[in-house]
């Protein structure tokens, strides 16, 4: 089993930052892509920003030059630091990690955070 944990989430007003962590743990060979999504109410889950195991990145539209993805694969972590943060920002977000949990097989399987809830107020 693999538990994702998430921190770092909170209020903040318009223009502020928070960095968001997430760290990975249990039975983990090694992991692959790893992403941030976000959920705003009455709204669908998209898929903020994803990062590769090599450190390749790609951001939705609307957090580009604002947002950044990054991690430290010998601590099993991804973290997404949100800069200038407006309030159609505010959701729940989700870390997703690609687990590889042994070499032998060549599938990986996709474990999420809790979510950890970002309000931007106006």
């Known amino acids: 089993q693999v538990q994702l944990v998430e921190s770092g989430g909170g209020l903040v007003q318009a223009g502020g930052s928070l960095r968001l962590s997430c760290a990975a743990s249990?039975?983990?060979?090694?992991?692959?892509?790893m992403g941030w999504y976000r959920q705003a109410p009455g709204k669908q889950r998209e898929l903020v920003a994803a990062?590769?195991?090599?450190?390749?990145?790609n951001y939705v539209d609307s957090v580009k030059g604002r947002f950044t993805i990054s991690r430290d694969n010998a601590k099993n972590t991804v973290y997404l630091q949100m800069n200038s943060l407006k309030p159609e920002d505010t959701g729940v977000y989700y870390c997703?990690?690609?687990?590889?949990?042994?070499?032998?097989?060549?599938?990986?399987?996709?474990?999420w955070g809790q979510g950890t809830q970002v309000t931007v107020s106006s």
């Open positions: 990062i590769t195991s090599g450190g390749r990145t």
């Open positions: 997703n990690a690609a687990v590889v949990h042994d070499p032998r097989y060549r599938y990986e399987l996709d474990y």
């Open positions: 249990g039975s983990i060979f090694s992991i692959n892509d």
